[in-house]
Nanobody, 121 residues
Framework: QVQLVESGGGLVQAGGSLRLSCAASGSIFSINGMGWYRQAPGKQRELVAAITSGGSTNYADSVKGRFIISRDNVKNTVYLQMNSLKPEDTAVYYC????????WGTGYNYWGQGTQVTVSS
């Protein structure tokens, strides 16, 4: 069974920075896409940033120039460096892994439990 464990959330003042981490475990051979999503109260979950195994990245317009996604394919870990944080970045941030090849087969669309990020004004 593939598990994703996030860490690094917390409370920060506007203009500050946080770094989120998400480690995948479970006899993993490779992971195709990894990404971060967020969900604010009363809103739908939205893509924040994504990265392929080859390092190609995609960002939501609202975070371009402020957030940086990266990954360590050996550690099966994805990171999100969040800079110049704004109150509107406040949300629960979820890690996602897609097309995960493991010792018992290929699975799709795994999610972490979420980590709260709160940005005060």
């Amino acid at each position: 069974q593939v598990q994703l464990v996030e860490s690094g959330g917390g409370l920060v003042q506007a203009g500050g920075s946080l770094r989120l981490s998400c480690a995948a475990s479970g006899s993993i051979f490779s992971i195709n896409g990894m990404g971060w999503y967020r969900q604010a109260p009363g809103k739908q979950r939205e893509l924040v940033a994504a990265i392929t195994s080859g390092g190609s990245t995609n960002y939501a317009d609202s975070v371009k120039g402020r957030f940086i996604i990266s990954r360590d394919n050996v550690k099966n870990t994805v990171y999100l460096q969040m800079n110049s944080l704004k109150p509107e970045d406040t949300a629960v941030y979820y890690c996602n892994a897609d097309r995960v090849i493991t010792g018992w087969g290929t699975g799709y669309n795994y999610w972490g439990q979420g980590t709260q990020v709160t940005v005060s004004s």
